[in-house]
């Protein structure tokens, strides 16, 4: 059950917060301008790049990598080369994680390496077998640990990771809004170099800002009536996420935000871009997770009772309503099942901008329900 009395108590807020992640999504912006300033120091402006790579490789445990493979490989455009490598292994831990290069890479090929732990002993295996095959390698990762020194060995790129004293007080969560930065600025900043994608350094300066203007808005001193992610949080306590996303860029926020209730919230959700999503997912909304499927729900007694899980459709969209939309059909769809809506759209600016807000909102909206749900 959800405590929505929480979320209008900033004090218990932060006392219920024990591992961050309310203070990571604050200073998301913070973590973009230390990243990038982990960066420029690395040496990535000064780097003299020979042309494109052919395929971009990246490796790495958790959300977090696969969050930003997945926002990379979308930024590059059609056609992108980006490759997450996923990991074998029997368990979920640094010493059992397993990554292998695919047999084609060699020397015009980058590999990209992002953890946040950095003790992982494949991840430095890997860096020496991608030497030995003569692929560029560049890891994010934290300072002082063995991988830093596996790229060295490598002749590779390190660039420290971006961290706040408060992420070694508690095992830090794949899906937090610190790491998932922390981790993307770096390489945005290399691909820009190497004119993979375009995020040159005053795009992150206004990406930076962007994240700032919504910990104003969406931060725990800012009452639910007026704070977009404590409202969709709020909507979101006894439903099943339904989660459609237009537009390019907003499909990795959907796939982030997901992933992000299911490991900080504890709660299940599913995600599909329109129009697709209307075929994927409309058995769901005729079911008995509509909110029409209990006739009998006004009447029954629920005192003694958990509420019924329903479905919500949260549209994402990273473009204004204009044009061509499947919003108009998404909107008609579920009102027809008597399913409810939440909309996001962000402020108009560029395309990094705008998939930075829609992630920061998400990422604030899964934070305040884990807190009020106790997650």
């Known amino acids: 059950m959800l405590d929505e009395s929480l979320l209008d108590t900033p004090d218990d807020l932060a006392e219920a917060d024990r591992r961050g992640l309310l203070r990571g999504a604050a200073e998301a912006g913070a973590r973009v301008r230390t990243a990038a300033r982990h960066a420029t120091e690395a040496g990535v402006g000064s780097l003299k790049p020979d042309g494109r790579p052919r395929a971009v490789l990246i490796a790495g445990p958790g959300a977090a990598a696969t969050h930003t493979a997945d926002l990379l490989g979308t930024l590059a455009g059609p056609g992108s080369p980006v490759t997450r490598l996923a990991p074998t292994g029997v368990a979920p831990a640094a010493g059992a994680l397993r990554w292998e290069l695919p047999g084609w890479a060699g020397s015009v090929d980058l590999l990209l390496i992002a953890t946040p732990d950095g003790t992982e002993p494949s991840l430095g295996l890997l860096a020496?077998?991608?030497?030995?095959r003569g692929c560029s390698v560049a890891a994010v990762a934290p300072a002082g640990t063995p991988l830093a020194e596996a790229v060295a060995g490598a002749h590779g790129l390190f660039v420290p990771m971006a961290t706040a004293p408060y992420d070694h007080e508690e095992p830090l969560a794949a899906s937090s809004p610190g790491v998932f930065w922390a981790l993307l600025t770096p390489?945005?900043?290399?691909?820009?170099?190497i004119g993979l994608l375009t995020a040159p350094p005053e795009a992150l300066e206004r990406?930076?800002?962007?994240?700032?203007?919504?910990?104003?808005?969406?931060?725990?001193?800012?009452?639910?009536?007026?704070?977009?992610?404590?409202?969709?949080?709020a909507e979101l306590a006894d439903?099943?996420?339904?989660?459609?996303?237009?537009?390019?860029?907003?499909?990795?926020?959907?796939?982030?935000?997901?992933?992000?209730?299911?490991e900080l919230a504890g709660r299940p959700a599913v995600v599909a871009e329109l129009p697709e999503a209307l075929a994927a997912h409309g058995a769901l909304l005729a079911g008995h997770?509509?909110?029409?499927?209990?006739?009998?729900?006004?009447?029954?007694?629920?005192?003694?009772?958990?509420?019924?899980?329903?479905?919500?459709?949260?549209?994402?969209?990273?473009?204004?309503?204009?044009?061509?939309?499947?919003?108009?059909?998404?909107?008609?769809?579920?009102?027809?099942?008597?399913?409810?809506v939440s909309e996001l759209e962000p402020e108009e600016g560029g395309e990094l901008e705008t998939l930075a807000e829609l992630i920061a909102v998400t990422d604030f909206a899964a934070v305040y329900l884990a807190l009020a749900s106790r997650a």
């Open 239 to 262: 439903a099943l996420p339904l989660v459609w996303t237009e537009g390019a860029s907003a499909g990795p926020a959907g796939r982030r935000f997901a992933d992000a209730l299911a």
């Open 128 to 132: 020496e077998q991608a030497y030995r």
């Open 207 to 233: 990406v930076a800002d962007r994240l700032d203007h919504i910990a104003e808005g969406c931060g725990p001193a800012i009452a639910t009536y007026s704070n977009a992610a404590k409202t969709l949080a």
């Open 187 to 193: 390489l945005l900043a290399l691909l820009d170099r």
């Open 289 to 340: 997770l509509a909110a029409s499927a209990d006739p009998d729900d006004f009447f029954r007694d629920r005192v003694e009772e958990a509420p019924a899980l329903h479905a919500r459709v949260v549209l994402l969209r990273d473009r204004p309503i204009s044009g061509l939309t499947a919003a108009s059909a998404a909107r008609e769809l579920a009102l027809s099942h008597d399913t409810p």
